[in-house]
């Protein structure tokens, strides 16, 4: 039994992120760091028909209210398996069907489809952060358990939101993402020289292959984007998406690219490559997001596979464009097989976790440390092998 709490705030569930004043949520949105909790991103996510109910992403955001202002929110959604999340859940389902428990449908706080780090409730500065955060748990609590709603998972976490929600008796379960850092470089040149003599040679021949592939990178922000680029980017991103079947990951549809140049193209940027003999229009190109010191790579593709071209695109065009621009971080986007090698170390990010049967959440705190242990020793692993300078240098 889920006790009642006494509070002055009341708590409406909405399936339609319309139904709230853009102005009022951006309110609490825009001090984040992340971009991906925004009005306008989270929208288009909806009205573009890419995180419906129909694709298993049924919007159920909570907004809490204060004397007719909205204080607090969370975006939820209803998910009836768990594609397009990136943390993989399924031996803990295949574990609740062992058990007799419908694992689906569950509660999951994200934005959907990217694993970026940043995910926590949006809360009004004016609120005390520990009682309003108090109610929400409460309210998401209340609306599992009345709606025989397995568990409430929130990915890729805020670092400081997290001990916060531990308090709250969420279990927290270790990952890594392979993430860019600004060590203070003034330039290209400054990057190259944190690698070992081998890698900068490698790094210095896959820049130049570009050029002997007749090609030249330009990267576009903002309002230099033709607004063709946007559909552009879209058959790109679902023939990159294709080329791997069912495991493509195709969750975007074309009009959610489209969209983007009338509501958020002030936070895009695109890397373009241009054919020397046609600079009309680009032979590929990448996709990434920038808000204050951060850039988040998203997706990418090419019409023809060209040497090298994907490590220009999504890795050293965007970190030459971010030292330039005082990016401090840069998240490329899921996976890491090449990303390590390119200066990217894996560094540890956390969803948190609470499940409503009994048996689940035994054996989820049973083994929990077990599995972040584990986890940790494969972060400890990928970060031995780095090809950095300072590395070889300490080993000899």
């Known amino acids: 039994m889920v006790k009642q709490l006494t509070s ?31 009005w306008d991103w989270l929208h288009n996510m909806e009205s573009s028909g890419s995180a419906t109910g129909r694709a298993g992403w049924l919007p159920h955001h909570l907004t ?21 999340e990136f943390v993989f859940d399924h031996q803990w389902a295949d574990l609740a069907y062992q058990l007799g428990v419908e694992y689906y449908p569950k509660m999951l706080g994200m934005s959907p489809f990217t694993p970026a780090e940043g995910y926590r409730f949006l809360i009004a500065p004016t ?10 748990v409460h309210e998401i609590d209340r609306f599992c358990m009345n709606n025989n709603i397995s568990g409430c998972n929130f990915l890729y976490v805020d670092p400081q939101w997290k001990a916060l929600m531990e308090r709250h008796g969420f279990m927290a379960w270790l990952h890594h993402s392979y993430i860019w850092t600004n060590q203070g470089f003034n330039s290209f040149d400054d990057y190259l020289q944190v690698f070992n003599a081998n890698q900068r040679r490698n790094i210095k021949r896959e820049r130049k292959a570009i050029a002997k592939a007749g090609l030249q990178m330009k990267t576009l922000t903002g309002d230099e984007i033709p607004k063709s680029f946007f559909s552009l980017m879209y058959h790109f991103y679902a ?11 195709k969750y975007l549809t074309r009009k959610f690219f489209e969209q983007l140049h009338h509501d958020y193209r002030h936070r895009v940027v695109f890397v373009a490559a241009y054919s020397e003999q046609d600079e009309r229009e680009p032979v590929g190109m990448s996709f990434c997001l920038t808000k204050g010191d951060r850039l988040y790579g998203r997706y990418w593709g090419s019409y023809q596979e060209i040497d090298c071209l994907h490590f220009n695109a999504c890795y050293y065009s965007p970190i030459e464009w971010a030292i330039n621009n005082g990016i401090q971080s840069f998240d490329p986007g899921a996976g890491g097989r090449h990303k390590k090698r390119r200066g990217f170390p894996a560094m540890d990010n956390h969803s948190l976790h609470r499940f409503y049967d009994n048996r ?16 940790q020793q494969e972060i400890d692993y990928v970060n031995e092998d780095l090809p950095f300078r300072q590395q070889e240098e300490n080993s000899q």
């Not at 004043?21 to 609490?28: N, T, V």
């Not at 609120?127 to 929400?136: P, W, Y």
């Not at 023939?239 to 990951?249: E, I, P």
């Not at 689940?360 to 986890?375: D, F, P, R, T």
């Open 8 to 38: 002055p705030y009341s708590a409406t569930w909405t399936s339609n992120l319309a139904d709230i004043p853009k102005s009022e949520w951006d309110a609490l949105a825009m001090p984040l760091k992340t971009p991906f909790f925004e």
């Open 64 to 84: 809490v209210w204060r004397d007719g202002q909205l204080v607090g929110a969370a975006p939820l959604y209803i998910k009836g398996h768990s594609r397009g």
């Open 127 to 136: 609120e005390d952060e520990e009682e309003l955060t108090a109610f929400m």
């Open 239 to 249: 023939d990159t998406c294709d080329k791997f079947g069912w495991w493509g990951s």
């Open 360 to 375: 689940l959440s035994k054996i989820l705190q049973s083994y929990i440390g077990k599995i972040n242990a584990m986890e």
